[in-house]
């Protein structure tokens, strides 16, 4: 019943034992990675979705999670089996045994790569509109063509 409520949201939800492998992943997961769950169970998720330039990060973060087992946010990218990378934004929480020990972490997230580009191409555009608008002002005072061409070119 858990597996079927899982695979029906529409959010990644990935759960790690304390060591950090893989003890499920919902539909969502499986998707985006192009990953069977049969390929992902068990495994560290470092050495199978984090891409090795990311992977130090995500264990440190992992790490004091696990000490400290506070809620945490995190963003990391995915590489997808057909390498592809994928930004995702986390919400980490642990789950406790009876002895109050850490028995699995659980991660959600949603994919935030495009709405990231889009951030990107918006504030590069900003720029270029504060630039053009500086620029105008300074050629308003211009009074020599010389100046104009100097401006303009810059």
């Known amino acids: ?3 079927l409520l899982l695979d029906a949201l529409g959010a990644l939800v990935v759960i790690l034992d304390p060591e950090g492998r893989i003890v499920h992943c919902n539909k969502a997961c499986r998707e ?7 390929e992902l169970e068990g495994r560290p998720i470092w050495d199978t979705l984090i891409p090795p330039e990311e992977r130090e990060g995500v264990k440190r973060v992992f790490g004091e999670l696990v000490r400290n087992a506070a809620p945490n946010r995190y963003e990391n990218y ?3 089996k057909d390498g592809s990378l994928h930004l995702i934004s986390w919400s980490n929480t642990v789950y ?3 002895e109050g020990g850490v028995r699995y972490v659980i991660g959600t997230g949603i994919e935030v790569t495009e ?3 889009a951030q990107e ?3 590069s555009l900003n720029q270029k509109i504060i630039l053009l608008h ?5 050629l308003e005072e211009v009074t020599d063509e010389e100046e104009v061409y100097r401006l303009t070119v810059h």
């Open 134 to 138: 500086e620029t105008a002002h300074q």
């Open 1 to 3: 019943m858990l597996s």
């Open 78 to 80: 995915w590489r997808s």
């Open 96 to 98: 406790r045994d009876l």
């Open 115 to 117: 709405q990231r580009r």
């Open 121 to 123: 191409a918006l504030a």
């Open 32 to 38: 985006i990675t192009g990953y069977s769950l049969e």
